[in-house]
């Protein structure tokens, strides 16, 4: 799987003038970098075809810093390439191993959401998804971190989006009264279904909730990058921009 020529053309104006090594396009970048993504390969393993994997490490990893990617994700979505369905949103997580070799960086380094649970030196990737095809933003914590107050942070970041009204669709690890209430607030109508301890139950649309399916099937299609679906990168700079690669 490549880009081709005609899909470069939406977000070329978006990337950077190539500076150093001219001889390697952004074109051939984007393509080196989605090998790496879609093989879990290391830099260093870049088939000869894509040009010196160092220079092309090199752009990749000033891209990552500058956020050139984060910008380009929102420029899609901005400019409707992307075509997010606003009637509804789902919000769910999802847990990432960590190679051994994506531990071990200084903190001083930057930040690095990675945290042990049960299944060892895990990732979270939280979540808010469209549809099966469309995020809307994500998060990285650490594995432990509960799933709610995550997710609170996310539903925030859709103030004054314009989306009253909006269905937030989610599962018994967000029905807290404190979510609940957040996304309230927020003018949008929570679909949760209630704990089985639940002193006091509420109604909600079940059919809708069957969309829930949505945000899983997003994080499938997500994984099926094996740079994402096991974290190398000790970064989340880095990694992060993988994600926003593959989205």
């Not at 020529?5 to 500076?19: D, G, N, S």
């Not at 400019?79 to 919000?91: A, F, G, R, Y």
């Not at 995020?135 to 990285?140: C, D, K």
Request: with cysteine; net charge positive; aromatic share 10%.
């Amino acid at each position: 799987m490549e880009l081709t020529a005609q899909q470069f053309k939406t977000i070329e104006h978006l990337l950077p003038i190539p500076r150093g090594n001219v001889k390697i396009s952004n074109l051939q970048v984007l393509n080196a970098i989605l090998y790496v993504a879609e093989h879990g390969c290391k830099w260093r393993g870049l088939p000869k075809r894509f040009g010196r994997w160092h220079s092309i490490y090199m752009r990749a990893n000033r891209w990552a810093k500058q956020g050139v990617l984060d910008r380009v994700f929102l420029a899609l979505q901005e400019n409707d390439v992307i075509n997010i369905q606003v009637d509804h949103v789902s919000l769910d997580s999802t847990v990432v191993k960590v190679h051994p070799d994506g531990t071990g960086a200084f903190k001083k380094n930057g930040s690095q959401s990675i945290g042990k649970s049960r299944g060892g030196w895990t990732t979270k990737i939280h979540m808010v998804a469209a549809s099966h095809n469309s995020a809307v933003t994500f998060s990285l914590s650490p594995g432990q971190v509960g799933d709610a107050p995550e997710g609170r942070k996310l539903l925030k970041t859709l103030e004054n989006c314009g989306w009253e009204g909006t269905k937030v669709i989610m599962d018994k690890a967000y029905e807290g009264d404190e979510t609940r209430q957040l996304v309230f607030d927020l003018g949008m109508e929570p679909v949760v279904p209630p704990k089985s301890n639940r002193l006091s139950v509420w109604e909600y649309d079940r059919e809708i909730y069957k969309k829930r399916n949505e945000v899983e099937r997003l994080f499938r299609r997500l994984k099926g990058f094996r740079r994402i679906f096991s974290r190398f990168d000790k970064l989340d700079v880095i990694f992060k921009f993988f994600i926003h690669f593959a989205l």
